[in-house]
Every structure is written in structure tokens, then in C-alpha cells.
């Protein structure tokens, strides 16, 4: 005899098990109509899944956050039903919904076309109109990777590998199609609708690894509304109007080409606007207390190692080996560099606060299929800054960097900036108490400077707490920027402290 409490916190008692359709309906029919899925103490449920317990239970509908992503990972799953029916031979790998839309990797020796994404887009729509039922099915491990390696499915079974013994190996099924998912799902196809398009084709390696098979990705947006997707394709079509890609050809400012991958040839007209914007950062920074240094490119491997980036980030460095056999790398941070300076000119804790900018060159090794244009490159100028101080400091400090980085912003107008402050993750170094003071330092700065932020719990760096600056462009896009950032960590590292 479960009894059910909703949000509000009034109670439903039920003489036998129950699904969140059924206390939808007990509500009323319109919420049954509308619910999707249901939250059950903190866990996302299908609406048709027994509940045998009390239980906190929230109603999901498809216009709430929750919902429109539970829409999203369905399109994905009808997606993969389409190309299936189409072309059989087609392996299906992994599907989620992502930000604004959703994707799907496939293992097929022909190139997916445009003329393809047509015609799948049209079989998903016939998918929908079949309003097939969507069923959670809970099989034995083994049988499932039976089942799989029987019918081609090779990828299928190797996830199946990875997955937890302790977990539920959950199936779903619509209509002749059978996909691996931890789930939830919409209750039918139908519940998709058709708010949804294809965009386009990408490569993407298996479990991105690029020692592995290169498959091919296809993306798409959905949305639980024709007016919300009508909105969103406009916003792209804006997108590529200004696309700083086709800006660059088209003023002559700056161009890639493939010897020299994720790298910037700035033309002389473009390097002009490149020196431009330097000259205004060095001289805001200059005007908030800040001293310009310049670090070396190169450096030994030594002090990548006593920093803790070797271990962690050795695979993106790129790294050479001189003729004597040492081994240096290209700098991928300016952090240890700053440090250096800083060691070499205190004498006391009265000279602190020192604020240390460079506008270093960086390095960072990504994947060939990771690159666009300027947004993920290889080689980059960074605009950092390091400020050493006291804990006692730290709050002051904080203050003035938000000032200056939300001044800079709205120089070049953008109003609509958004803080998240993230704090302690589980796996972290440093004492309990250092990161508590480092915390409230950062929350005091912002509560004194009157500045909105929204909590991520857990989200921090594993040497320190964090604030990130948020910006939404004139077309709507969010676009992470600016980072404040307490090291906990790298000052005891290199001798700093």
C-alpha cells in the first residue's frame, strides 16, 4: 500500500502498486495528459513503472527542463530506429540528448549525405505517426549480450561490458527496435512529436578514443514545441551570418589550413584587431594594479611534474626531446611560469597582494575532430593573471577582479552575464578548513558586490573553488568565458607558500 507524496506535500495513499500515470490521473485528466515521466525520490522514472513503496513523487510534462531532455534522448532513440529500418546493416552505438538537441553515433562504411538526413527525418515522422509504445524491459547481462552480438550489434555488447554488475541491465523496446538504455523514456513515439530537425553529419571516434573506430555522428534539435523550433532554427540561420569563420574570409582577417591544424594565420588586417583588443586589456589591467610578465614557451619537464600537469594533462602537452635526452613541453598554462616570477621577489607577506598578467602562448593538444575555428583550437593567447595573496585577502581580491571582468564585458555589450560559483568536489586536496575559508571568501565577494549567482555544488576544481562567467551573445547563445579561480594547491607544490 504505497503512499505518495507530491511537491505540495499532500499525500496519496493506494491500495496496491502504482505507476506515475495512475497518480497523474488521480490528480486529473489533464495532468495525465500532459505528464511525461515522473520523478520518484530524486530518481527519474518511465510514467508506466510500478511503484511499490512510499515514495516522494514528482509529475514531469514535457515543457518542463526535465521533460523537454527526456523528449530530446527519445528523438535520439527514434533516430536510431530510423536509420536502422533504412539501412539494416547499420550499427547503433550511443545516443544522448545534449544541449538544445540531441545525437546519435553510427558504425556505416557510407558517408551519411544531406539528401540522407532527409529522408531519415522523414521516416522518424512516420515513427512517430505509428505512436509506437515504448517498454522498459530488465534482462539477464549475459542474455543481453547475446542478444546483441545476434543481431550485429557489437558496439551494444561491448557498453554492455562496462556496465556495473550491481545494475539493472535495462532494455527498451519500440516496435521491432531494441536499444541498451538506463532510460527513462516518453510512454510512445507518438509523445515525441514533431517538433524536431536533423542538422548535420560529424566523425566522432568510439568512446573518443582516436585509436579507435571512427564513426559517424548525426545531430539534431528538438523541442516540444513547432513555435520553439521554428525560434531555434531561425537563431542558427543568424548563427551563420555571423559565424567568425566566414567572418574571417569575408573582411580578410584570418585563415586555417590543414599544415598547421587548429592554428590561427592572422592576416594584416585581422593581427591589427588582434593588437587592438591586447592594447585595451593591458592597459585595464595596468589601470587595476596589475604587473605584465612574459614566461617561457618551452619547459622542461621537470616543472610540469612537481605542478601535477604532467600527470594530469600529459596527454594534451606537446612535448619534444632534445639531443642531450631531456624532455621539455610546450606550455599549455601559464600557471607554473607565474609562480616562478613570484618566487623570485617576495620577501614578506606585507608585500602581498601581488597581481601577476601575461599574454601567454599557449599549446594544448585536442583532437583533430574536436577543432572549430577559433572556438577550440590548438595555439591560443591566453589572458591570464595570477594573484597571490592571504586568505585574508582573497575576498578583496575577488571583488576587484569581478568588477573588472564584468567592466570589460560591458565595454564591449554584453549586459547579460550570468555567475556560477562552484565549490568542493569529493575527489580534492587541501584541508576541510582552507576550502570553507576559500568558499566564504568567494560568496562574501559576491553577496558585498550585490552580484546574482546561481550554486554548483561539487562542480570545482579539484585544488580550489570557482566563479564562471556566463555570457549570452545577441542571438541568445551562452558562452562560458572568464574564470576566477582559488589554487589551493600549486603554491605548496612549487614553494611558493
Given at each position: ?383 591570464d593573471a595570477h594573484i597571490f595573496c592571504t586568505p585574508e585577502q582573497i575576498t578583496d581580491e575577488s571583488i576587484a577582479v569581478c568588477d573588472l571582468i564584468l567592466g570589460i564585458y560591458r565595454n564591449f555589450g554584453f549586459e547579460d552575464v550570468r555567475i556560477k560559483f562552484a565549490d568542493r568536489p569529493a575527489v ?56 576566477l579561480q582559488v589554487d589551493l594547491n600549486m603554491p605548496g607544490r612549487l614553494g611558493a607558500t
Amino acid at each position: 500500500m504505497p503512499k505518495i507524496t507530491l511537491p505540495d506535500g499532500s499525500q496519496r495513499q493506494f491500495d496496491t502498486s502504482v505507476s506515475g500515470k495512475d497518480v497523474a490521473a488521480s490528480i486529473g485528466a489533464g495532468l495525465a495528459k500532459a505528464a511525461v515521466a515522473v520523478r520518484v525520490d530524486g530518481q527519474l522514472w518511465d510514467l508506466t513503472r510500478p511503484i511499490e513503496d512510499d515514495s516522494k513523487l514528482e509529475i514531469l510534462t514535457r515543457d518542463s527542463a526535465a521533460g523537454l531532455e527526456l523528449l530530446r534522448h527519445d528523438a535520439a532513440h527514434v533516430l536510431a530506429e530510423a536509420v536502422k529500418e533504412l539501412w539494416p546493416e547499420t550499427q547503433v552505438t550511443i545516443g544522448p540528448a545534449i544541449e538544445n538537441g540531441f545525437y546519435y553515433d553510427f558504425a556505416r562504411k557510407e558517408a551519411f549525405t544531406d539528401t540522407d538526413l532527409e529522408t531519415i527525418e522523414n521516416r522518424m515522422k512516420e515513427i512517430v505517426d505509428r505512436d509506437e509504445p515504448i517498454v522498459r524491459e530488465v534482462w539477464e547481462r549475459d542474455k543481453a549480450a547475446e542478444f546483441f552480438r545476434g543481431i550485429g550489434e557489437t558496439y551494444k555488447a561491448e557498453i554492455i561490458e562496462s556496465i556495473p554488475s550491481e545494475e539493472d541491465l535495462t532494455l527498451y523496446r519500440q516496435g521491432d527496435f531494441v536499444d541498451l538504455c538506463r532510460g527513462p523514456h516518453l510512454p510512445s513515439t507518438g509523445s515525441l512529436g514533431k517538433a524536431f530537425k536533423l542538422t548535420r553529419v560529424s566523425g566522432a571516434y568510439w568512446r573518443g578514443d582516436s585509436n579507435n573506430e571512427m564513426l559517424q555522428r548525426i545531430y539534431g534539435t528538438a523541442w516540444s514545441s513547432e513555435k520553439e523550433l521554428r525560434s531555434y532554427l531561425l537563431m542558427l540561420e543568424e548563427a551563420e551570418k555571423r559565424d567568425h569563420r566566414r567572418l574571417g574570409r569575408v573582411l580578410d582577417l584570418f585563415h586555417f589550413q590543414e599544415e598547421a591544424p587548429g592554428a590561427v594565420f592572422w592576416h594584416p588586417k585581422g593581427w591589427q584587431l588582434f593588437q587592438n583588443l591586447i592594447g585595451y586589456m593591458r592597459n585595464e589591467q595596468n589601470a587595476a594594479g596589475y604587473q605584465e610578465i612574459n614566461t617561457p614557451e618551452v619547459v622542461a619537464r621537470s616543472l610540469w611534474e612537481a605542478s601535477g600537469h604532467w600527470e594530469s594533462f600529459a596527454n594534451n602537452m606537446f612535448t619534444t626531446e632534445t639531443v642531450d635526452g631531456r624532455v621539455f613541453a610546450i606550455k599549455p598554462m601559464n600557471c607554473p611560469g607565474h609562480v616562478q616570477v613570484f618566487k623570485q621577489g617576495i620577501t614578506s607577506y606585507r608585500d602581498l597582494p601581488v597581481r601577476l598578467a601575461e599574454f601567454g602562448k599557449c599549446h594544448r593538444y585536442e583532437p583533430s575532430g574536436a577543432l572549430h575555428g577559433m572556438m577550440r583550437v590548438r595555439a591560443f593567447t591566453q589572458d591570464d593573471a595570477h594573484i597571490f595573496c592571504t586568505p585574508e585577502q582573497i575576498t578583496d581580491e575577488s571583488i576587484a577582479v569581478c568588477d573588472l571582468i564584468l567592466g570589460i564585458y560591458r565595454n564591449f555589450g554584453f549586459e547579460d552575464v550570468r555567475i556560477k560559483f562552484a565549490d568542493r568536489p569529493a575527489v580534492r586536496v587541501g584541508e576541510d578548513a582552507v576550502w570553507d575559508q576559500a568558499e566564504a571568501a568567494l560568496v562574501k565577494a559576491l553577496e558585498v558586490a550585490g552580484l546574482e549567482y546561481t550554486h554548483n555544488p561539487g562542480e570545482g576544481a579539484f585544488y580550489g573553488p570557482k566563479l564562471e562567467f556566463v555570457l549570452r551573445d545577441a542571438i541568445g547563445r551562452d558562452w562560458q568565458c572568464g574564470t576566477l579561480q582559488v589554487d589551493l594547491n600549486m603554491p605548496g607544490r612549487l614553494g611558493a607558500t
